[in-house]
């Protein structure tokens, strides 16, 4: 498997736009990041798209092609595509973000780029991140009644109550989310 380095959240959220739409200019990236909402709940702006950009360029995980033609006024636009590596980087970085249990924005990078995917591997990964969450859930339990149960104050209490909870909610959304996609594919 390709070493990705770890890729921003940024990055990974380009590579998963231009796969989408095999190629795609910087505006267009733009656009849809206003449109589906990123530069809220992923904390992305105009410098970091262009930033993020010139990092995958530099990493050969995309290339770019100037345009020729254009209309309007401003530089000539760039058409950017992934690479081979890009694309293989970019399956690592969603298998990533959707194993991440602390990283709730990169989490939901994951499910973005879910689409991007082959089916089974989606459901696979989803499938190990419940086994994880189950895993996790009985090792805070145990250390719960470890350090206390139910003896602790409830500001302890609710350092165990809290993640335990987040977990369980997670699974029962990636049983729909599993469901779901199981019914798409009839």
């Known amino acids: 498997m390709l070493n990705s380095n770890n890729l921003s959240n940024v990055e990974i959220i380009l590579l998963e736009l231009i796969k989408e739409k095999n190629e795609i200019s910087g505006y267009e990236i733009k ?10 709940w992923a904390n992305i702006g105009k410098t970091s798209i ?8 530099a990493k050969k995980l995309i290339t770019l092609k100037t345009v020729k033609k254009k209309s309007g006024k401003g530089p000539l636009p760039q058409h950017i595509k992934l690479t ?22 990169l989490y939901y990078i994951g499910i973005a780029g879910i689409h991007l995917l082959e089916r089974e591997l989606i459901l696979d990964i989803l499938e190990e991140r419940k086994e994880m969450s189950f895993e996790n859930i009985i090792r805070i339990n145990k250390i719960f009644e470890e350090k206390g149960g139910e003896h602790l104050p409830i500001q302890a209490k ?12 997670d699974i029962k959304f990636i ?6 996609l199981k019914e798409v594919e009839k």
């Open 158 to 169: 609710a350092l165990f109550e809290h993640p335990i909870l987040l977990m369980k909610t």
């Open 50 to 57: 262009y930033s993020g950009i010139r990092k995958l360029d």
């Open 31 to 40: 656009k849809q990041i206003e449109d589906r909402g990123y530069v809220s």
């Open 175 to 180: 049983d729909t989310l599993i469901k779901t």
């Open 84 to 105: 081979k590596s890009g694309k293989k980087i970019l399956s690592c970085e969603i298998k990533r973000a959707l194993l991440s249990q602390r990283d709730f924005p």
